[in-house]
């Protein structure tokens, strides 16, 4: 574990009474690990930069990509890619044991980029031009192109029947009208946190049961990863149905959420003789384990009445403040899944007392 600390304004900060509450959903995504693990990163703003090196790089692929995807032609897209990166890898400043692994990283970045082209990114940079073409007034590309989801939360005053809107930030990279469906693409380091979503295309069976398992105390399941994620798709999808409304995007009639992992290790295949590294992207369409078929049959959009109805009880939750009582019967499992890993647990008074007990 460790624990290099910097104080930095929290990027959610707990709103006043008299603001429009709202939190990101990376705020939803730590809470519903842990409530204290939220206290320490988004209330307190306790940055410990663990994943540092990752998120740089993440970074560097998703702005030289969308700047890459905001001009040009689809013929030119790997091209402009691949200079933006370069430009931007001049300045980039990482900590590495040598030149020749510098030399390594940055052609493993390039690998991705080519990957990403190959795979989706071409046929996204066609959609892309034939919606602005069609006069969509609206951008589309960020990176971090916000989305909002709205949805209703208690007031914190004494009448507990009062209700008002709770906004959750879901950035995605950028959105493409594709056929009849408005795409959200999100670039994530690994499909690691997907867990079985990877390979399930479906609702029901495996991924509905691991979700309630979750949320079930009398089971000793622990599927965060798992729940958070479909929480996003949750936000996302309704932040990407508003933006369509907005953007009258009249040919899209459904929208989904797409994730593709750019710094995946496991689909590296190195030639060091040559120096040549190549890899492959996968891209992972969240729609479908998401999507309850029995509600899309009544209201023909992509929703799961399951999955809305938990990311309103757990992104309230994250706003009210740590609930001591269900913290507390929720502990074991975090102990066990979470703190071995947690940077915060060096700090964590219900980590260390839990560690440092007396006899007697």
């Known amino acids: 574990m460790t624990g290099n600390f910097t104080e930095a ?9 008299a603001e429009t509450q709202s939190i990101s959903i990376d705020g939803v995504r730590t809470h519903l690990r842990c409530p204290q693990r939220y206290r320490y990163a988004h209330e307190y703003g306790l940055q410990t930069g663990d994943d540092e090196p990752q998120v740089a790089r993440l970074e560097l692929l ?10 040009g032609d689809v013929d030119t897209l790997e ?26 990283e940055r052609r493993v970045l390039e690998a991705a980029i080519r990957a990403y082209v190959e795979v989706i990114g071409a046929d996204h940079a066609e959609c892309l031009y034939a919606t602005r073409a069609s006069g969509v007034d609206g951008e589309l590309v960020g990176p971090d192109l916000p989305l909002r989801s709205t949805v209703s939360a208690p007031r914190t005053t004494a009448d507990d029947d009062e209700a ?17 469906s408005f795409v959200g693409v999100r670039f ?67 929208c989904r959420y797409v994730q593709v992992p750019v710094l995946d290790r496991n689909r590296l295949t190195v030639n060091p003789l040559r120096e040549r590294v190549e890899t492959s992207v996968e891209p992972v369409d969240l729609t479908e384990p998401y999507l309850d078929h029995h509600t899309f049959g009544m209201t023909h959009e992509h929703r799961n009445q399951t999955v809305d109805d938990r990311l309103r009880q757990v992104a309230t939750a994250a706003i009210a403040g740590v609930d001591e ?13 979470v703190c071995p890993t947690c940077p915060y647990a060096v700090c964590c008074t219900k980590y260390l007392s839990s560690e440092v007990a007396f006899d007697g």
């Open 62 to 71: 998703r702005t030289a990509i969308c700047e890459a995807l905001r001009a």
């Open 188 to 254: 994530v380091p690994t499909a690691a946190h997907l867990r079985i979503l990877r390979y399930r295309s479906a609702w029901d069976g495996d991924v509905a049961d691991r979700f309630a398992g979750h949320f079930d105390p009398d089971r000793a399941e622990f599927a965060s990863g798992l729940v958070a994620t479909l929480l996003e798709t949750a936000a996302a999808l309704d932040g990407l149905r508003t933006l369509r409304d907005r953007l009258d995007l009249e040919d899209a009639r459904t």
């Open 79 to 104: 091209t402009r890619s691949l200079d933006r990166f370069a430009d931007r890898w001049a300045d980039y400043g990482e900590g590495v044991h040598s030149r020749a692994q510098r030399r390594h």
């Open 9 to 17: 304004d929290a990027k959610t900060p707990l709103p006043s009474r």
């Open 325 to 337: 009582e269900a913290f507390e019967s929720r502990w074991d499992r975090i102990k066990r899944d």
């Open 164 to 180: 008002s809107p709770l906004q959750i930030d879901v950035p995605i990279d950028y959105a493409v009208l594709e056929g009849s």
